[in-house]
Nanobody, 123 residues
């Protein structure tokens, strides 16, 4: 059993930065691949980034490459998403998720989800 709680969202302007945090509890976080997904109103939940158990393998959606950075601190049981050069199209609810599957891009492969944190980027 794993519990995940996201924080750090807010209202920012185009070009600003935010850092999202995902605090975990329960099972040791280091046993899971961790991912970030986002969902805008009326849109499907989409993959943003993932990081493997020991941080050796990282993937990003093409839309965020070069702007977002995912990282994890297994000792603190926290996963981060540093978001730079934010754009209005980044506006969404961002969800942290934990997976024991190798299919990192598919939401169905993730076993546990946080409640989400809202990120709004104004023009």
């Amino acid at each position: 059993q794993v519990q995940l709680v996201e924080s750090g969202g807010g209202l920012v302007q185009t070009g600003d930065s935010l850092r999202l945090s995902c605090a975990t509890s329960g099972r040791t976080m280091s046993t899971y691949t961790m991912g970030w997904f986002r969902q805008a109103p009326g849109k499907e939940r989409e993959f943003v980034a993932s990081i493997s158990r020991l941080s050796g393998v990282i993937h990003y959606a093409d839309s965020v490459k070069g702007r977002f950075t995912i990282s994890r601190d297994n000792d603190k049981n926290v996963v981060y998403l540093q978001m730079n050069t934010l754009k209005p199209e980044d506006t969404a609810v961002y969800y942290c998720a934990a997976s024991q599957s190798s299919d990192f891009r598919s939401a169905s492969s993730y076993d546990y989800w946080g409640q989400g944190t809202q990120v709004t980027v104004s023009s």
